[in-house]
């Protein structure tokens, strides 16, 4: 069974990058990885969705190894309405069922 | 607006009815994907449809049920309400899985149970 950890929680300030990483040790491997951001009492918003190596959009960055055990959604210059929780969400072999990671609650400080 | 419809956005409610959930899913997509949020919790994976037919089932209760509708549109059925029943629940909607589309998540109903 797939299984996501992330870090509960990251302190940043304004203008730095940040990296949150997510461990998938077991995901489908026909399925892509994508990364959501939430705050309080909203559904989830799609920020990035890569496959393998390295994706980027106008947002955010998205660095995926060969293995596929991991990914790391890259943030860069934050800003205090990055403050938000970040999932990792994947594939679970086999079956339809896509899981959510723990989720990051990034706080980002002026 | 994500184009995922979620109705009602807050429902209250006391311990032992039943209600349903309603979500709408953007136009073209197939799949419906639904998840419960507890209080500054993790989403969980309940359950999940496409075209019609149940594709997939996370930790569903069996007081929980769902289903698909013809026109794509889908409900979910809770039953014997308990308070721990009270959280967000969002739908998601995607063309397919495994097509490198994103999945679109609506704005999710609050449900209290009292």
């Known amino acids: 069974l797939a299984k996501t950890t992330q870090p509960i929680s990251m302190d940043s300030y304004e203008g730095q990058e940040v990296n949150i990483t997510c461990s998938h040790n077991?995901?489908?491997?026909?399925?892509?990885i994508t990364w959501y951001q939430q705050f309080p009492s909203q559904g989830p918003r799609f920020i990035i969705q890569?496959?393998?190596t390295k994706v980027t959009n106008e947002v955010a960055s998205l660095f995926i190894p060969a293995d596929r055990k991991s990914s790391t959604l890259s943030l860069p210059r934050v800003s205090l309405s990055d403050t938000a929780v970040y999932y990792c969400?994947?594939?679970?072999?086999?079956?339809?069922?896509?899981?959510f990671g723990t989720g990051t609650r990034l706080q980002v400080f002026p | 607006d994500s184009g995922v419809t979620q109705t009602p956005k807050h429902l209250i409610t006391a311990t032992g009815q039943r209600v349903t959930l309603r979500c709408s899913p953007r136009?073209?997509?197939?799949?419906v994907y639904w998840y419960q949020q507890s209080l500054d919790q993790g989403l969980q994976f309940l359950i999940q449809?496409?075209?019609?037919?149940?594709?997939a089932k996370g930790n569903i209760l069996e007081r929980f049920s769902a289903q698909q509708f013809p026109d794509l549109h889908s409900e979910l059925n809770l039953s014997s309400l308990e308070l721990g029943d009270s959280a967000l629940y969002f739908c998601?909607?995607?063309?397919?899985?495994?097509?490198?589309?994103?999945?679109?998540f609506g704005s999710g109903t609050r449900l209290t149970v009292v």
């Open positions: 998601a909607s995607s063309v397919a899985r495994g097509q490198g589309y994103g999945y679109t």
């Open positions: 077991n995901i489908a491997t026909n399925d892509y």
């Open positions: 890569g496959y393998k």
């Open positions: 969400l994947v594939g679970v072999p086999n079956t339809d069922k896509l899981i």
């Open positions: 136009s073209g997509d197939l799949s």
């Open positions: 449809y496409y075209n019609g037919e149940e594709r």
